[in-house]
């Protein structure tokens, strides 16, 4: 008696023999089988599933077509012949107006014939959806030496999205045609980001008397941003303060894009840096350094070329003197098992920093930090309870040591739940 599985095994073979056999010329002829990947001779892949056993194409340039029982979906996916290479940079500082740039490269000498490209302002891009993302022609171009292509092209993106996409689509000589990926342009600006004062530190509200002023994630679109510094608390949600604290101002600075008269502006990394006593230098009525335990507030405001959307960030501040000018734990008590204590401190300047922490009875029993620098301003480290053993230390009050140069702090912090 015959073997089923046999019988069914030979007639498959016999089958794909076959169609190989009409079509012995194999100019345009794929076989796909338990879902291999093959190219066809025009740079073409053809895909199928693993359990579709037999599809192929007859006819060059035609949809492929299934012959067999057990294939029911395949597609073509796009042609390797073409690569994007995309120039626009990830992180433009214009907030409208964008250059995308995207250097086309045909492989094998092929020839550009046709370019266009979509955009997405906004996230979660949806290329399916042609009527918020149409086609657009890129006609008027012109091929490099090498064969290549450069796609420049400005896109005005809306005001309020940071994050955006586009797409550039290149079609050669011979008929081979692709995609490239969806390319991200992320806007900064302080219209679309806003202004993150990152020092002096919102979390403990303190700095040193000689802070480090300093912003993320800001970029000027516009005419200009102004920071002032006020002695004491100023409430800047109330209308009118800036008159109504104007006795108060220690000093005020303007800076943009184009005109920066205090080297305030870092184009490079986006943002606003710098130090308190270096500009105190360039304005004879600042003190180098601000007074030892007193509230200040910090306030940077920005708008955009029209005037039509102002920003306004700040940060109210206390100043404190020495070395190690505070130390902060949290949370404290803390458990082992569930977490890890954080060890927050400021520094009046860059130092080689020990932290030690001591048991109840003036033990060290775990050397945090030995001698490594940590820069001016707030720093952070983490223990997870353990001694120099690895051993999770019992339930009780502990001592932190920092030690900065030739200034040192102490703070206590507890363990429980061991």
Same mark, same amino acid.
């Given at each position: ?13 016999l ?13 345009n002829?794929?076989?796909?089988l338990?879902?291999?990947?093959? /190219?066809?001779?025009?740079g073409?892949? =053809?895909?199928s599933f693993?359990? %579709? ?12 077509t299934?012959?067999s &029982? ?5 597609y073509?996916t796009?042609s390797?012949?073409?690569t994007f290479k995309?120039?626009?940079? =990830?992180?433009?500082f214009?907030?409208i107006n964008?250059t995308?740039?995207?250097n086309i490269k045909?492989e094998y000498?092929?020839?550009?014939? /046709?370019?266009?490209?979509r955009f997405? %302002? ?9 009527t ?5 022609d ?10 290549t292509v450069?796609?420049?092209? =400005? ?9 955006n996409?586009?797409?550039?689509? &290149? ?5 081979? /045609?692709r ?5 991200t342009?992320?806007?900064?600006s ?6 993150? +004062?990152?020092s ?5 509200g ?7 002023? !300093?912003?993320?994630?800001? =970029? ?6 102004t +920071? ?10 109330? !209308?009118?303060?800036e *008159?109504?604290?104007e006795?108060?101002v220690?000093? *005020?600075?303007?800076?943009s894009?184009?005109?920066d ?5 870092k184009? $490079? @990394?986006? @943002? +606003?840096?710098y130090?308190?006593?270096? #500009? &105190?230098?360039?304005? $004879?009525?600042v003190?180098k350094t601000?007074d030892?335990?007193t509230?200040y ?5 920005s708008?955009?070329n ?6 306004r960030?700040y ?9 190690? &000018? ?6 404290s008590p803390?458990?082992?098992?569930? %977490?890890?204590? @954080?060890?927050r ?14 048991d ?6 775990c @050397?945090?930090v030995?001698g490594e620098q940590r820069?001016?301003?707030?720093n $952070?480290?983490?223990?997870d309870?353990r001694?120099?053993?690895?051993e999770?230390l ?5 001592i932190?040591? +920092? #030690? ?10 507890a #363990?429980?739940?061991?």
């Amino acid at each position: 008696m015959i073997n089923k599985k046999l019988f069914v095994l030979s007639f498959l073979l016999l089958f794909v023999f076959l169609v190989a056999y009409n079509c012995a010329d194999g100019k345009n002829f794929v076989t796909i089988l338990n879902g291999a990947n093959f /190219k066809t001779d025009s740079g073409k892949n =053809s895909y199928s599933f693993i359990g %579709q056993p037999v599809v192929f194409a007859t006819t060059e340039g035609t949809d492929t077509t299934s012959q067999s &029982a057990f294939a029911s979906v395949f597609y073509i996916t796009q042609s390797s012949s073409i690569t994007f290479k995309n120039d626009t940079g =990830s992180d433009p500082f214009e907030d409208i107006n964008v250059t995308l740039k995207v250097n086309i490269k045909p492989e094998y000498g092929g020839e550009i014939t /046709k370019i266009r490209y979509r955009f997405w %302002q906004g996230e979660n891009a949806d290329w399916n959806d042609y009527t918020t993302s149409p086609e657009y022609d890129y006609p008027d171009f012109s091929i490099n030496d090498d064969g290549t292509v450069d796609f420049e092209q =400005s896109v005005s993106f809306s005001k309020g999205n940071p994050i955006n996409s586009f797409m550039v689509y &290149a079609q050669l000589k011979d008929g081979s /045609k692709r995609w490239s990926d969806a390319y991200t342009v992320r806007l900064f600006s302080g219209l679309s980001s806003g202004v993150e +004062i990152t020092s002096p530190d919102k979390f403990t509200g303190l700095a040193t008397i000689d802070p480090t002023i !300093e912003t993320t994630n800001y =970029s000027i679109d516009l005419t200009s941003a102004t +920071i002032t510094l006020y002695r004491g608390e100023v409430k800047v949600e109330d !209308e009118g303060y800036e *008159t109504t604290f104007e006795d108060s101002v220690v000093y *005020t600075a303007t800076v943009s894009s184009s005109s920066d008269t205090y080297g305030l502006y870092k184009t $490079e @990394k986006g @943002k +606003i840096s710098y130090v308190h006593s270096d #500009i &105190a230098s360039q304005l $004879e009525s600042v003190p180098k350094t601000l007074d030892n335990n007193t509230t200040y507030t910090l306030v940077i405001k920005s708008q955009n070329n029209d005037s039509s959307t102002i920003n306004r960030d700040y940060v109210i501040f206390k100043t404190l003197s020495g070395g190690v &000018a505070d130390i902060l734990t949290y949370p404290s008590p803390f458990n082992p098992k569930r %977490q890890k204590v @954080k060890i927050r401190y400021l520094l009046a300047k860059t130092s080689n920093v020990t932290i030690r922490l001591y048991d109840k009875a003036g033990k060290v029993v775990c @050397k945090l930090v030995d001698g490594e620098q940590r820069s001016a301003g707030t720093n $952070e480290e983490e223990w997870d309870g353990r001694n120099y053993a690895g051993e999770t230390l019992a339930t009780g009050a502990y001592i932190v040591e +920092i #030690i900065a140069g030739s200034d040192r702090r102490y703070t206590a912090l507890a #363990i429980v739940g061991k």
